[in-house]
């Protein structure tokens, strides 16, 4: 389950493996990612069984600050899923020294099996981040108005701190909080630290640790990227 980037969340988040081509004719770009990872993880929680996913995507960014993509993963939910496929769009841009970013998601699983509730769901957001420096700080707020398997409204609160050193390598780490407003036992927190830098200029890495509150599994992820232009 892809979210929408500010800036600084390409520190905490898998690396993306990125074509960008400029249009000629608007102040438009046009990018396309891939990018290979151990372990797909989404809010603390592991969406391919702890295998590991490939996945890829294309964004239409325009000089106003619109923005819209698609971007697709492969999943194992020990059901007949095996893809997400997701569509987004939304409007960025810069206050002084603030990033401001408003948004919606459509969260799709394509050959998801009809029985157990629907898997596909819609989810808005809003995000503002400030930059010190090397020092980044971000905030983001999602909500969903009926959430994965039709559970109800859910919100995720998130905040993060990143710091990337002269060399380019950069370390970051995030706190979050899910709640379901009609589940509230379900209620739990994720945690992450990670390193991430690139070397070559393009080849990007990133290692991450995940961790939940409510007693999950922690891992280990590791991903590999590759970018090109932009």
Do not use: C
């Amino acid at each position: 389950m892809k979210t929408a980037n500010a800036k600084f969340a390409s520190l905490a988040l898998a690396a993306l493996l990125g074509t960008t081509v400029a249009a000629t004719a608007s102040a438009q770009t046009v990018e396309g990612n891939i990018a290979l990872t151990s372990d797909y993880i989404f809010r603390g929680v592991t969406q391919t069984d702890g295998g590991p996913a490939i996945s890829g995507g294309f964004d239409v960014a325009d000089d106003s600050g619109l923005y819209a993509g698609v971007w697709g993963s492969s999943v194992d939910f020990g059901d007949d899923t095996t893809m997400e496929l997701d569509l987004y769009g939304g409007y960025a841009t810069t206050l002084g020294s603030w990033d401001l970013d408003i948004g919606g998601i459509f969260y799709g699983y394509p050959d998801s099996p009809s029985a157990g509730g629907d898997q596909n769901f819609w989810e808005f957001y809003a995000g503002v981040g400030h930059a010190l420096g090397p020092l980044a700080w971000d905030a983001k707020l999602s909500w969903s108005p009926d959430f994965y398997l039709e559970s109800g409204s859910a919100t995720y609160l998130e905040t993060g701190l990143a710091y990337e050193f002269p060399a380019g390598v950069a370390i970051d780490a995030r706190i979050a909080a899910s709640t379901f407003d009609d589940l509230p036992a379900a209620d739990y927190e994720d945690y992450q630290i990670g390193v991430s830098g690139t070397v070559l200029q393009t080849l990007g890495w990133d290692v991450r640790y995940h961790s939940l509150s409510d007693g999950g599994d922690d891992s280990f992820v590791f991903t590999i990227s590759q970018s090109f232009g932009g």
